[in-house]
């Protein structure tokens, strides 16, 4: 009786101003019921109606009760219908200004097609955010890709069907420009946040390759993320790859050589480490029991 009443209290009408047609068999009844009896004064005087008109017999008047019941009722369920009644399953808290803020910065870049783990880079990334989005509460999660420049894929939202749809539509070849800039997807997805958020966090996925490999390069890498993390911003990592590593395919289907020899790409776990350790994050790898979503999800972001 209880779950029967709140049930019933619950409902929210998609358009409650059909629920009026539930009176239209009431008002016709009532107008119907005028209308005899004008017609009626009009046939004989008051004191002779009785006399007058024919009385039904009980079976008849019950049976009239009930259909004017039954089409009441009929009417009242097609209103109920045309009101669109809902019961929420979920009560969404529009307030949202003490939720943290998340940035994913995935790499999209041309290594990430190699399948070094199962089917490929970019493709486990895909099942693995879909994971993150399951496990997401209270954070409003963003969406950058880069390759040798960053785009924004999905603003920050707390909308997990969203998130879904965005995460569905990675692959090889979203962006036009080949390479992979990590620091400068670092530095783009650190001006996405709000200022009135408590926490931010960025999430870097990547197989951690840059395309210049060299002294300076890492300077500045290591720069960006001292700059990212003096804004209050966590920075964390999560690799994808092997440290065997893989060979990839060039544009026309053949495997991408340099000076003769096939170009093998592997996880740069040591720079991802060092990222994730400026940044004041942590760093894990991707594996098949959820605990890289521990470590950094639960434990950390």
Known sequence: EVTLISGISGFDWREPAWLWLALFPWALLLARQLLASSLSKDYADSNLLPWALARHALFVRRYTFWRQALLGIAWLLFAAALAGPRIAKTVYDTDQSHYGQLMVAIDVSRSMAADDISPNRLQRIKL?????????????????????????????????????????????????????????????????????????????ISDGEIANENGTEERNLDQTVTSVRQRDISVYALGAGSRKGAAIFGDDGSWLRHEGREVVSRLQATRLQRVASIGGGSYSEIRNDNAEWRNLYDQGI
């Open 128 to 204: 693995e955010l879909f994971d993150l989005i399951e496990r997401i509460d209270q954070t409003r999660v963003g969406l950058v890709v880069y390759a040798a420049r960053p785009h924004l894929l999905a603003p920050l939202t707390a909308d997990k069907s969203l998130l879904r749809f965005y995460v569905q539509q990675l692959r090889y070849g979203l962006l036009p420009t080949h390479g992979s800039d990590l620091r400068a997807a670092l530095a783009f997805a650190a001006n996405q946040f709000a200022d009135s958020a408590p926490t931010k966090s960025i999430l870097i």
